[in-house]
């Protein structure tokens, strides 16, 4: 009885500190818990991934050198080279179907693509490593008109020497790239950055 009195005893004397700890902790908890209430989307739902304000546009670099010899296929499986388009401007965006900026910017590229395909200017959707089924559903979700290549074997990535996606180079119309992005494109660095290169004669 004396042994379990002692031990009782001593049990409430390390109470004070045990229950100052569980009261710091508790109030951490609180802060966190009101913190990420704070953090949450007032909209009701949650943050669209694949929002493009969710990501930083990027700015591109300015660049100069003769674009590769990419050769490819269409989802048709027809053969097709970067070299069929020259005389245009040609904008190659290597993106990947399960990469969320990529994603997010696919609407962008569409919107300014129908905005300057009379300017004799196309964007050109590389698709990194995927399937056609996988790539051909993405195509059809965001309606995406301009040319849509496979690069099962990322050829792409490797001859711009450029594994980051998504990334874009812009091509003038005598094969030289130009412009150099690394991560998320959206309309308005497009229309600054790539509508004077179409201007150009």
């Not at 001593?10 to 004070?16: H, V």
């Not at 969320?100 to 200017?121: G, I, M, S, V």
């Not at 594994?163 to 150099?180: E, H, K």
Request: net charge neutral; aromatic share 10%.
């Amino acid at each position: 009885m004396n042994r379990a009195k002692a031990r009782k005893k001593a049990t409430l004397r390390k109470s004070p500190s045990q229950a100052m700890a569980l009261a710091f902790v508790g109030v951490g908890l609180f802060i966190v818990g009101g913190l990420a209430l704070l953090l949450l989307p007032r909209s009701g739902g949650s943050a669209n991934p694949e929002d493009p304000q969710q990501f930083t546009p990027a700015v591109p670099l300015r660049v100069e050198f003769p674009a590769p010899d990419l050769r490819l296929q269409q989802l048709d499986s027809q053969p097709v080279s970067l070299s069929d388009y020259q005389g245009q401007v040609v904008l190659v965006n290597n993106w990947a179907f399960w990469c969320p900026p990529c994603r997010a910017e696919l609407p962008e590229l569409q919107t300014f693509y129908e905005k300057h395909q009379e300017d004799n200017f196309t964007v050109i959707g590389i698709e990194a490593g995927g399937e056609l089924v996988d790539v051909q559903y993405h195509v059809d979700l965001y309606k995406l008109s301009f040319p849509v290549w496979l690069d099962p074997q990322t050829e792409a990535l490797r001859a711009f020497r450029n594994g980051t996606l998504p990334n874009s180079y812009v091509i003038d119309r005598q094969g030289t790239v130009r412009l150099a992005w690394n991560g998320p494109i959206n309309l308005a660095k497009l229309e600054e950055y790539v509508t004077p290169l179409i201007r150009e004669q």
